[in-house]
């Protein structure tokens, strides 16, 4: 007998093999997760924010479908509680009566799912048709997801300087109407979910997906990622900042007619600027404009988010940090961002090693100072006052109730 007591007991006190890995890779990720220091936001994402048009379309629709629930399973339960008390075996001592076929039951049986599912079909398809058009004159936001953070484009307004007025990760929209968004991915699948503001959609790269969603309260709400897409799917994360009409409209026309300041000579943003634009080839630094975008400036690039207006955003990291530690994080993010944030495809200017599409780069390098100086560039990014989408606008947290405000 193989099983004896010994090789039981030995077994007991160690756990097998796979156990054992398991174990430490459990470990090592809860280590992984406390030294990163990454930040948890204190905004939930709340599905019954009945602020939405949208989820509230949601919303009642789900209310049928639990009503028909409810009735289903009263009038199943009621069945079998009479069938079960009727044909105890106490009170019928003999064999039940047999019989098969019996068409009236057995086409009562088929008609009663039909119609239920018939009838939820009809509310499914009532809600999509009013959810779905998409009226006239509606904003519109391009949204392209990456690996690991998101670029919000405005494509009905060119900007004075040229190209079309984009954001990276806070995605600013009017509060009160229906905005339409058009989600689409540049590598693998990602999922655009702030559902405060109303549903969810998969973005695909080479798919263009369209719906419209709206918040009646002005306020910044929280959005992630929702499919699985790599090292940093949980820290691809981004702001909605939903603003009246009016703050939206001065927050449009100032980012329309924005260009980058032009850095006073001699001072730390200009030497930052420079580095930005030309990196550092005697040390391999390689230009930040390469892959971001500034409006206003040569910067161009299309493979990292748009930091035209980063002075103005609270977030850094696709909203991995924010408020004060964003600001503390700036740094150590643009010395070593693989290193902060796992996968991220920014090259490092410490001189050590990162990966880009599975093959090992070394890195540039750049002094503290150099880092510094291009911090002070980035954060003199700045829409003008009126136009900061952040200021006054009240964070949504904790949402526990339908309608319930902060
Ligand atoms: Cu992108 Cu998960």
């Given at each position: 007998m193989l099983n004896t007591i010994q090789d039981r007991q030995s077994r007991t006190r160690r756990p097998s093999r796979a156990v054992r890995t398991t174990g430490s890779l459990v470990a090592a990720l809860g280590l992984a997760a406390l030294l990163s220091g990454c930040q948890r936001s204190d905004q939930t994402l709340f599905l019954?924010?009945?602020?939405?048009g949208y989820n509230r379309e949601i919303f009642f629709m789900s209310l049928w479908a639990i009503a028909l629930s409810v009735i289903i399973f009263v009038g199943v339960s009621a069945a079998l509680f009479y069938t079960v008390q009727k044909f105890r075996e106490d009170k019928n001592p003999n064999a039940p009566q047999q019989f098969h076929g019996n068409n009236r039951l057995e086409t009562l049986l088929v008609a009663v799912p039909v119609v239920i599912v018939i009838l939820l079909s009809v509310l499914t398809v009532r809600s999509m048709a009013r959810l779905n058009p998409v009226p006239a004159g509606t904003p519109k936001i391009d949204i392209l997801g990456k690996q690991f953070w998101w670029n919000f484009a405005y494509p009905a307004t060119t900007a004075d300087a040229g190209g079309v007025v984009t954001n990276g990760n806070e995605m600013v929209m009017p509060a009160g109407r229906l905005v339409t968004l058009n989600v689409t991915s540049g590598d693998v699948v990602h999922g655009f979910w702030a559902p405060n503001i109303g549903g969810q959609r998969a973005a695909i790269p080479s798919v263009v997906r369209t719906w419209n969603v709206d918040t009646d309260r002005p306020g910044v709400y929280q959005g992630n990622c929702?499919?699985?897409?790599?090292?940093s799917h949980a820290n691809m994360r981004y702001k909605v900042i939903a603003l009246s009409q009016e703050r939206y409209d001065a927050f449009l026309a100032a980012a329309k007619a924005y260009r980058a300041p032009a850095p006073a000579a001699g001072s730390a943003e200009e030497r930052g600027y420079n580095l930005f634009v030309n990196g550092k080839p005697e040390t391999g630094a390689l230009a930040c404009a390469a892959c971001h975008r500034v409006q206003g400036?040569?910067?161009?690039?299309?493979?990292?988010?748009?930091?035209?207006?980063f002075g103005t955003r609270r977030t850094l990291g696709a909203g991995m940090w924010e408020g004060d530690k964003a600001r503390d994080m700036l740094e150590p993010w643009i010395k070593n961002s693989p290193e902060v944030k796992p996968g991220s495809l920014m090259p490092t200017y410490d001189g050590s090693e990162y990966t880009v599409s599975g093959k090992k780069q070394k890195g540039g390098v750049l002094t503290d100072d150099e880092i510094g100086d291009i911090a002070a560039y980035l954060r003199s990014l700045r829409l003008p006052d009126d136009a900061d989408?952040?200021?006054?606008t009240p964070v949504i947290k904790n949402i526990s109730a339908p309608g319930g405000q902060q």
């Open positions: 019954g924010d009945m602020a939405s929702s499919q699985l897409c790599g090292a400036t040569p910067a161009a690039g299309a493979a990292g988010p748009d930091l035209s207006f989408y952040w200021r006054d």
